[in-house]
């Protein structure tokens, strides 16, 4: 889908496209969604005072993605895949900033050691490498640093006919919001919405023990997507 066709798709979005010239383009694709809902009052000790939880319904959620990173690039550059393709791991929860609904990261892992330098640069976002491998059925991610880890096995079943309000909650955020010392930084996003299939896990093998209180069970909820062309702006700052 072109940019300019992308940019017009906008009856999904809870608030509107940011003023000025978008700054990225990039794609997430072939993306696992597990979702976890999880207590709050826990979740408080992993999240900046300047944040408010956002929650569905009075409960809180985080959520791992794994999805692969295509084509990132500056909006008058060509992408470089040894730079621009790479798998990524987040864990993420859902906040409120400056009366916006928005992501915040617990953890974000890439599988290229110059391509998380480069986005740590850039983005201030704290990626860590790991070492990740995927295929078709499986997303298999190490990081010896911390000994963390997730192995997934999975089969994608069919599309989902109509996504539930809980679904559109979870995965429709067009701003990512990320702590620094300093600041509070701000990243607004836009793409169309995400098409959603039915997956069915054959295996979670997840261990990751700054999260063990939270994820300590099956996930409530689980998606697949082929993905999403994704339009990003430049980082605003907010200081603290």
Known sequence: MRITEILKNVEHRTFKLPEGNWSYYQEWNNAIFLHWKVDVNQLKNLVPEDLEIDLFENEAWVSVVAFTMERIRTRNLPSFPPISNFHELNIRTYVRYRGRPGVYFLSIEGGKLISCHVAKFLS???????????????????????????????????????????????????????DTDKAINEFDIHHIEWPIYEVDMNEINFNYPKFKSLLNSAPNLKQYSPGVQVIAWAKKQYPK
């Open 124 to 178: 201030d976002l704290p990626y860590r490498y790991s070492k990740i491998k995927r295929n078709n059925g499986s997303f298999i991610n190490n990081n010896s640093v911390s000994n963390d880890f997730i192995h997934l096995t999975f089969k994608i079943e069919d599309p989902k006919a109509e996504k539930t309000k809980l679904e559109k909650w979870l995965t429709e955020r067009y701003v990512l919001f990320q």
